[in-house]
């Protein structure tokens, strides 16, 4: 079970997607925080711009009729250029604070007036000369709002009709806006009165607004950071405690359980966790019980098996010789040899069965002391009755160093290595001995097959026979597990592998600096 | 012809081992329990005790002690298990050797052989005719295999008095547990180095002043043991 995300290796630059959970949900909090921020300031920002920017045309265009109507009367019924240029002065006077440029045009001719750059789409849309129209323009000197007003003769009756949609020229591009404003003049006179005015002021209250919206996103986002910690404190608390109390189950304290608090889904998957903890720990128990009863059981039937063994063979030698002697019929000679033959291989099974028993129960002792490699060597072939160089190769170092070792157990092992290595591979078996300063090590390597690969991770198994069709090999089957055994309990380690050129090869590794007591 | 007593409950192993040693020319006693066992030593007169440690009744180690207490007669144990603290206990109380069963009366044989011989085989050419020698207080006498401490014979078990003669024989020298294995019990190389060093307590409880602080028989940490160097 894996609660943590999973760390995969960092990729090398580039933006990293956050791994922790806690990263995460800050920045889930930022970014919900920011785009609530984002809509609301966008929204506002959008009708507070539309209400500025209404209300300050609406007055323009208001103002701009009051003063047309009231100065279009004075004109005469067919003005000459320079009584149309000094209308527009007249406009441009009346401007008060707007400070609007005027221009008038008579049926879509040349401007006449400080009013210049109205654009076509503007002048086309008043052409038909009965409704006021206004455009929005970015100019290089900032926006501008520009007028297109019909002027109409007569008594000055004329007067807006309030918003409509008569005059609308089309959409307006980017930060051009157009609308018109109907009315009905009663009267065309194929006049326009065309007033520009700078948007400046609008715009620096619109700027207001945005450094607004902007002084008040930032601190919220700032502040959404620490809901966000805690929220991220809450939920990983119960997230680390589980992940504690799974690597110490993992690492054997089988009794490691959490206290449930709360009602979340948190507290469910404790609760669930500890349910857990509580069967693997039943079931670890349980397991480690039987182990412990078939191994006490194995050690039971071979201490059994030893008292009547003891009697058998302390006459296996007599039979052996009668046996021999000629003085039993032939049969008869053989079947006693058979019987005194497997006695000693049943001795020798079951006191590798009390050997291996003696490991399980933590029984083995080790008993260290300095020694001669080369004699341990030496002695071990020796006793074995190997020959050298027909059946066994030494390669020891130079100098003869000298090992701490229990020299008993070093001999079981190497005796069940080169056996082992005789029986199933070929002679010679060369034993390759190195000694650094921190380590012994001890190579048997054999010139036979070698180990098949589904064999090899078996080799050390109790009673593990590679070939199945061999019913029975001369060693107990104990051998290798014992070997490995009395390896381990010099601290050190035992692998089987194969050779590249064929045969397979042993490594006895022992450390030779490990803190044991010493025997006096 | 070697007089053996075999106190052994198990009646199959006794009939076994008494078959088997007779086999190789020894005249076996068997009793079944260790009150029979030290009736028939006075009676009986053995040379050698091989002893069960599992007896019913009193315990094979109290059997090992009572011997002990009157005689130096060679004891081998007859184990169950050689990994057992009883053979360690057994060795401690004063005997010589032991075997695991099971074993075949060829390894009893061998066993009973060797701590029946009375010098150990490497000091046997160098050993005789040189008299009593002095090392401190102990009078070392090769020949009549006695030792004396301010003049009064030490009671030494064989093995101890094998032990004694080996080291003292080439004082100051460093022998190794398996070395002595071999030598003194004539035990492969790789025996139980337990031998050597139960045999070396119960033999400095008898030489030394103070077994704590032995002179003669010292301690070679990670080495062996050795005889010496004496005080000045």
Redesign the interface.
């Known amino acids: 079970m894996r609660l943590a995300p999973r760390r995969g290796p960092r990729s090398p630059g580039g933006l990293r997607t956050p791994r922790g959970l806690r990263p995460r949900l800050v920045v889930a909090f930022v970014l919900v925080a920011a785009f609530s921020a984002l809509i609301t300031a966008a929204l506002t920002f959008r009708q507070a711009r539309d209400a500025i920017l209404d209300r300050t045309q609406n007055s323009a265009v208001h103002d701009l009729r009051l003063q047309v109507d009231s100065l279009a009367p004075n004109l005469p019924a067919d003005p000459t250029d320079t009584d149309l240029r000094t209308f527009a002065r007249q406009l441009d006077r009346a401007s008060g604070s707007r400070g609007w440029h005027t221009a008038v045009s008579r049926d879509g001719g040349p401007l006449i007036g400080t009013a210049a750059d109205v654009s076509g789409a503007l002048r086309d849309a008043t052409k038909s000369g009965d409704a006021t129209f206004y455009e929005r323009v970015e100019h290089a000197d900032g926006p501008r709002l520009l007028i297109g007003m019909p002027v109409g003769y007569g008594d000055g009756s004329t007067r807006d009709t309030g918003k409509g949609d008569a005059g609308k020229v089309g959409e307006g591009k980017g930060n051009r806006g157009k609308g018109g404003i109907g009315k009905e003049p009663e009267k065309p006179s194929g006049l326009v009165a065309y007033a520009v005015l700078s948007l400046d002021g609008e715009r620096a209250d619109i700027s207001a607004l945005i450094t607004a919206a902007w002084a008040g996103a930032v601190p919220a986002l700032a502040l959404a950071v620490v809901p966000a910690l805690f929220a991220a404190r809450r939920v990983l608390r119960p997230v680390r405690q589980l992940r504690t109390a799974a690597e110490k189950i993992t690492s054997g304290a089988r009794d490691t359980r959490l206290d449930v608090v709360g009602k979340d889904e948190l507290a469910a998957l404790t609760g669930t966790f500890n349910t857990m903890a509580a069967a693997l720990e039943r079931d670890d128990a349980e397991l480690r019980r039987m182990e412990a009863n078939a191994r006490r059981f194995a050690a039971d039937v071979s201490?059994e098996l030893?008292?009547?063994?003891?009697?058998?063979?302390?006459?296996?030698?007599?039979l052996d010789?009668d046996a021999r002697s000629g003085t039993l019929p032939p049969d008869t000679a053989d079947a006693v040899l058979l019987i005194s033959d497997e006695t000693?291989k049943l001795?020798g099974m079951?006191e590798d069965l009390?050997e291996i028993s003696?490991f399980d129960a933590g029984?083995?002792?080790l008993?260290?002391?300095?020694?001669s490699l080369r004699?341990v060597v030496q002695?071990t072939l020796h006793?074995r009755g190997w020959r050298e160089p027909d059946e066994v190769v030494t390669e020891l170092p130079e100098g003869d160093p000298r090992i701490?070792v229990d020299?008993?157990r070093i001999?079981v092992v190497l005796a069940n290595l080169i056996g082992n290595a005789l029986r199933h591979g070929a002679a010679p078996v060369t034993v390759r001995a190195t000694v650094t300063s921190e380590a012994l090590v001890i190579d048997v390597a054999d010139n036979g097959p070698g180990i098949p690969d589904d064999v090899l991770p078996h080799v050390f198994d109790r009673f593990y026979k590679a070939d199945a069709a061999r019913v029975r090999s001369e060693g107990s089957g104990l051998g290798l597990a014992i070997a490995r055994e009395n390896v381990r309990l010099h601290h050190g380690t035992l692998v089987a592998a194969n050779l590249p050129g064929g045969g397979a090869v042993f490594t006895l590794t022992v450390p030779r600096t490990f803190r044991q007591e010493?025997?006096? | 012809m070697t007089r053996v007593l075999l106190i052994e409950d198990?009646p199959?192993?006794r009939?076994?081992?008494v078959?088997?040693l007779s086999?190789n020319g020894h005249e076996t006693e068997a009793v079944g329990t260790g009150e029979d066992g030290l009736d028939a030593l006075a009676a009986f007169k053995p040379d050698l005790v091989l002893l069960d440690l599992m007896l019913p009744g009193m315990s094979g180690l109290d059997v090992c002690q009572r011997i002990r207490e009157t005689s130096q007669v060679p004891i081998v144990i007859l184990s169950?298990?050689g990994?057992d603290i009883d053979v360690v206990v057994g060795l401690e109380a004063g005997a010589d050797d032991y075997v695991v069963?099971?074993?075949?009366?060829?390894v009893?044989d061998a066993r009973i052989r060797a701590v029946l011989r009375r010098v150990a085989p490497a000091q046997a050419d160098t050993a005789t005719g040189a008299g009593p020698t002095r090392a401190g207080d102990l009078e070392i006498d090769r020949d009549a295999l006695i030792v004396r401490k301010h003049g009064h014979e030490l009671p030494l078990a064989p093995s101890e008095l094998k032990l004694l003669l080996f080291l003292s024989a080439a004082p100051e020298r460093t022998f190794?547990?398996?070395q002595l294995l071999e030598d003194i019990w004539e035990h492969?190389?790789?025996?139980?180095?337990?031998l050597v060093?139960a045999c070396v307590m119960r033999l400095r409880a008898k030489v030394e002043e103070d077994p704590r602080s032995p002179v003669y028989v010292q301690?070679v940490?990670?080495?062996?043991y050795r005889f010496g160097p004496l005080p000045a």
Do not use: C, N, W
């Open positions: 201490h030893r008292t009547p063994l003891a009697a058998m063979a302390a006459v296996t030698d007599a010789e000693r001795t079951v009390m003696r029984a083995a002792v008993h260290l002391d300095d020694m004699t002695k006793l701490r020299a008993r001999d010493d025997q006096s | 198990d199959a192993v009939r076994g081992v078959l088997g086999r169950a298990r990994d069963k099971p074993a075949g009366a060829a009893i190794s547990r398996q492969s190389y790789y025996g139980d180095a337990r060093d301690t940490r990670g080495f062996g």
